[in-house]
């Protein structure tokens, strides 16, 4: 154990000048954050504004950038994450519920435990290749947005159960054994009690799952997501195209108009996801204001 | 319920045999030890060589940039959060970092092309259109606020009468910042780190729009290069026909790729297990 003083010991107004230069220097660590953050978006408000019309929103991708629009990565997203939600949400659920209210400590839940973690830190497009050889090939699905929608709950799956258990842990014990002591089953004990009081951190966290989900693109291009795509999805196994892939098909091309494209896509994105968090801080703070316990 | 459980070691479970299942079909063709060891990954061309380090070469020029951005910058606002920050200047730069965290990695490969690399030109002359140092920027920041959130978790855990009893053998704040509590939240924000290297390592979209898709074994920042995701994407943007030995290459580098990230998560559990101090 190194001693609390360092080397400069004794020579009190030199230690506080040390202090002060520190606070300044940590201060500006985490004010750089803030910076890049303000340059990220000023850049793209920069770039994109020019090109965000209506007629961005409702026209299909053309060669010609003064004609080319969103629509079909938008509605393709839609699809994409309807689905999505369909599929993790009563899973991700499910395990949470399962892992955090039935299950004893043995090496199989630990087991279980150790690989969610594991699978929280697998990179995405990883997940990709598996929709490729699962959902594409074997199941023959196609390049849909169904196979889009099952690969992204696998990838989403480990961040909605991790979210879920936090709320159910938060929920606490003297709740359940109230109701238990009225005579409740373990189930009756969980739907009527421990589901509602945890709802609003479970509803938090799918959100911003979901909302992972919308921005990720390295999966979906790996099951084959057109970039080229001029029609809307009407069913689950339509072929489809999503913003971000929208994007990355824009900022990839040498053409500096694309880039404009590119960057009105994003505040479109951006528009959705801050949407989003806002739902979910605002789910947030209205249930910090009538907690119960 | 147990069966949702179930479904996430199904998910590994299917990952590593369908990862296993191409990647040996691959090495009944290629030898492993010229995929390992060999310096040359021409896969796409005649006559192929499939030597995967200059690849790992690429990803790791990335990941040591990201992390030279990240961990001084990420610690440090840790440090700040935990310990210097009041409660209301946290409740406004806490959310700040979630946004900065919550931002899509094709955003901040749109960020490296149109904005990193031109000021990395005007700084230096020499850097191609498509370099490593643009892509490990913009990666630095995208794991940023990960370990800082990680950072700041970690040092909040060290219990106040740590703090306390340094104050009272007169320590400053800076020196119980550093001495003290650092000390004390040493695995957690070590773990923080690997974990966040483990993320850099698997980032995929960044790199591939900022950092270029010639593989190379350099070590020069400014030049193109390739990591293992962008060549991934690379392969799966063409019409590459299935089964084919292009097609497995993909497999065989996905493999690789997930070994190491399993691994570094895997160091970090056990980092967290191992180092952890217990307070009552």
Same mark, same amino acid.
């Given at each position: 154990m190194t001693s609390p003083v360092g080397p400069s010991s004794g020579n009190l107004p030199a230690r506080r000048r040390m202090g002060a230069v520190l606070h300044v220097i940590f201060l500006a660590a985490t004010l750089a954050g803030v910076v890049l953050l303000a340059i990220l978006l000023a850049d793209v408000l920069e770039h994109g504004i020019p090109w965000l019309r209506w007629s961005f929103l409702t026209s299909f991708p053309s060669r010609f950038p003064q004609q080319a629009g969103i629509k079909a990565a938008l509605w393709g997203t839609i699809w994409l994450i309807g689905l999505t939600a369909l599929f993790s949400i009563p899973v991700g659920l499910g395990a949470a519920i399962y892992l955090e209210e039935y299950a004893r400590r043995n090496w199989f839940n630990t087991l279980i435990e150790i690989n969610i973690a594991n699978?929280?830190?697998?990179?995405?497009?990883?997940?990709?290749?598996?929709?490729?050889?699962?959902?594409?090939?074997?199941?023959?699905?196609?390049?849909s947005v169904l196979a889009g929608a099952l690969t992204m709950s696998l990838l989403i799956l480990p961040v909605t159960i991790i979210a879920s258990r936090e709320s159910l842990r938060a929920v606490p014990d003297s709740l359940r054994q109230a109701a238990f002591a009225l005579g409740a089953t373990r189930w009756q004990t969980i739907r009527a009690h421990v589901l509602p009081a945890a709802l609003p951190g479970i509803l938090t966290g799918l959100i911003l799952a979901l909302s992972r989900a919308i921005g990720e693109?390295?999966?979906l291009i790996m099951i084959g997501a057109l970039t080229y795509v001029a029609f809307t999805p009407s069913g689950p196994m339509d072929a489809f195209t999503a913003l971000p892939i929208q994007i990355f098909n824009w900022a990839s091309r040498p053409q500096r108009e694309f880039y404009g494209l590119a960057a009105a896509g994003i505040l479109v994105l951006l528009g959705v996801l801050l949407t989003m968090n806002a739902a979910a801080i605002w789910i947030r703070y209205r249930s910090q204001r009538n907690v119960r316990w | 319920m147990f069966l949702c459980a179930l479904l996430s070691v199904v998910t590994t479970a299917e990952i590593i045999w369908v990862l296993a299942r191409e990647?040996?079909?691959?090495?009944?063709?290629?030898?492993?030890?010229s995929f390992?060891?060999?310096?040359?990954?021409? %896969?796409? #061309?005649?006559? %192929?060589? #499939?030597?995967v380090l200059p690849l790992v070469c690429g990803t790791a020029l990335v990941v040591v940039g990201a992390a030279l951005v990240a961990i001084p910058l990420g610690l440090g606002s840790g440090i700040f959060l935990s310990e210097y920050a009041s409660d209301r200047l946290r409740g406004i730069l806490k959310p700040v970092l979630e946004v900065l965290a919550g931002i899509p990695t094709v955003v901040y490969g749109y960020f490296a092309l149109t904005f990193v690399t031109p000021l990395l030109v005007r700084l230096f002359p020499a850097t191609q259109v498509f370099n490593a140092a643009s892509g490990a920027v913009v990666v630095g920041v995208m794991i940023l606020p990960m370990i800082a959130s990680l950072c700041d978790d970690a040092l909040r855990a060290v219990p106040q009468s740590l703090r306390h009893a340094g104050y009272a053998l007169g320590a400053t704040r800076f020196e119980v910042a550093t001495h003290v509590v650092l000390p004390g939240a040493l695995s957690g924000v070590l773990a923080s780190f690997v974990l966040a290297l483990s993320r850099a390592i698997g980032e995929t979209m960044a790199v591939t729009l900022a950092a270029g898709a010639t593989p190379k074994l350099t070590l020069n920042p400014l030049e193109s290069i390739q990591t293992m995701t962008a060549y991934i994407v690379q392969v799966s943007l063409g019409d590459t026909p299935a089964g084919?030995?292009?097609?497995?290459?993909?497999?065989?580098?996905?493999?690789?790729l997930f070994v190491i990230t399993m691994g570094l998560n895997l160091l970090a559990n056990r980092i967290l297990r191992r180092f952890h101090e217990v307070y009552e």
């Open positions: 699978l929280a830190g697998t990179p995405s497009i990883v997940y990709g290749m598996l929709g490729l050889s699962l959902f594409v090939r074997w199941m023959a699905l196609g390049r693109t390295a999966p | 990647t040996w079909s691959f090495f009944r063709q290629v030898p492993v030890f390992l060891f060999g310096t040359r990954w021409t %896969p796409l #061309f005649q006559p %192929p060589s #499939f030597g084919g030995i292009p097609y497995l290459t993909i497999y065989a580098v996905g493999m690789l």
